[in-house]
């Protein structure tokens, strides 16, 4: 399907048409599409666009990555397909590894997966005969690597599944989540949950943590003075006006 450049939703629909083709090309699941289109509803009342309390997050997140000494970037179907590239340059930017982990998992699967991140430029991506359990998950998703997530102090995890960000938490990991849905235990669960659509939330905190790579001041200030709370009500504010917006005008988009 050619989609015209003059559609008010371009972006939107080709990261749909971009998930149908990862779905047939066996990266993605039917279920992640769906989860899609639940963060998509919520990028709408957020205007589709970054508001400031996700810049905040986004900042802080950049600084802990930037501060860890072990930081993972996790990746899943969803994020390979929508955001393979940004997540490349993030890493290589902190630098950081990268570790595939599936809720709905295959080997062949994440072998797609991770041929798909090494096209465009990872190296020594983890998910691959794994050799460590996150305790309290029964489900594929505690498999993992002591090198990646398992052995991490941060962890980047978009499109988590909220059952593994609580249970990383647990294991007393800085937990950066990216979730568009702010009611979501991913959201709820994780240390610093940025709220934003995945693209934009990548390329927010790689720019990030190009601005604070040479201020150890900044960084400092930053994980220390961190409010995810005040942050959360901050964001729930935005999302009262939006709503207020849609039904002051009665529109959808």
Partial sequence: MKIPKSHPRYDSLMRRETLVRAWKAGI????GLIAHGRGEAF????GERTIAPALVAERAGAAWLLRAKRPVLSVNGNVAALSAREVVRLAR???????VNLFHRSEARVRRIR??????????????????????LESKRALSHREGVYGADVVLVPLEDGDRAEALVRM????????????????????????????RAL???????????DDPKEITRLTRTYDKDRNMAALYS??????TGVRATGGTR
């Fill in 28 to 31: 993605v699941v039917p279920e």
């Fill in 43 to 46: 990028d709408y009342l957020f």
């Fill in 93 to 99: 930017s902190i630098p950081a590894r990268i570790e």
């Fill in 115 to 136: 041929q798909l991140l090494e096209r465009v430029g990872a190296r020594n991506v983890l998910g691959e005969r794994p050799n460590a359990r996150v305790p309290g």
């Fill in 172 to 199: 007393e990991k800085v937990v950066i989540s990216v979730d568009l849905n702010p009611f979501s235990r991913t959201t709820r669960m994780a240390s610093i949950p940025v709220v934003d659509e995945l693209s």
């Fill in 203 to 213: 390329l927010n905190i790689h720019r990030f943590a190009q601005e604070l790579r």
């Fill in 238 to 243: 935005f999302l009262r006006l939006g709503l």
